[in-house]
């Protein structure tokens, strides 16, 4: 089967091979791979700015049906319709393990970095990271729980949002269009700022909901957030940019005893101005990943049309051409680039 493998490490070093279907073991299932999307972490292994095991399929928000179960598995049968968390590999007895937190566990492998992921057309994972998608979510929408899941661990699990608050997006990727839409449903007025590159997903973010869009270039996001909040500032902010920029306009827009949650990735040491977290008594929140629940929460929602993530496909494209969408997401055009396998 054709998948695309990061072969050894260094930058780049990626191509598509013809790969071994892979055979399902006890406790395992089998999935036919429906669509998988192309991440900002699958850049930063593009730049071995991330952790990875080549080689490797790389590949871990995706959606598929059950080709195949393996021993002792009883509750899922061929043809299921499913998603999977990406923690694949969990040593089951830590503290992390045994309380839900597996994403957290020293000996985590995921999905598309650690063990292969989906940009193929099989996959094998454990049954215990599976979940069923209801009918109401279609495969494409479904490639997104990944990311769903993300914003629901943000905003609902990590960093909850009330209804009432004020809360700052900053930055306008998939995970930014998605923590606005939780934050939306939990009854938050959502402010989200982008740059100029960002134009039309913060057009996407107003379509989705947002109160107030801010290009940070045209305006000073300080101070429309201080405009907007009568000079307090915000209740939460989301840094989702993974930019020092972006990380220090946070801190500043947030009011005293905020709340910042950061979900963006940096890859490097930047100048920050920490001074304002204990001058503002600001407590900073990290989130990586998620637990079981968050997936129910997600699917749910996704379900009910509360989080809406097909508005965000930009494209499908096979996997063949998985370079055409590593280069269009690098280079902010449109916001998720799915996959599909090849014969
Ligand atoms: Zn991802
Ligand atoms: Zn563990």
Known sequence: MKAVVKTKKGIGNIE???????????GQVKIAVRAAGICGTDLHIYYDEFPNRPPVILGHEFSGVVAEVGEGVEWLSPGDRIVAQ??????????????????????????????????????????????KVPEAVDDLSAAMTEPASVAVHSAIE???????????VSGVGTIGLLILQVAKAQGATVLVAGTSLDRARLELAKSLGADHIINVQEQDVVNVAMDLTDGEGVDIAFECAGAAQSYNACLKALRRQGTLGMVGLYGKTFEAENELIPM????????????????RRALTLMAKGMIKTRPLISAVLPITRWEEGFRQLEAKEGVKYLLQPVD
């Not at 598509?16 to 073991?25: A, C, F, K, N």
């Not at 990590?158 to 700052?168: I, K, Q, T």
């Open 16 to 26: 598509v091979l013809d790969m071994p279907e892979p055979r399902v073991g006890p």
């Open 86 to 131: 990406t923690s694949a590999v969990t040593c089951g007895r830590c503290r992390y393990c045994l309380t839900g937190s597996i994403a957290m566990c020293r000996e985590r492998r995921g999905i598309g970095f650690g063990v292969n992921g989906a940009f193929t057309k099989y996959i094998i994972v454990p049954h215990q990271i599976v979940h």
């Open 158 to 168: 990590r960093v909850p949002v009330a209804a009432g608050d004020r809360v700052l």
């Open 280 to 295: 503002k008594e600001l407590q900073v929140i990290g989130i990586y990943g998620h637990i079981w629940v968050t997936w």
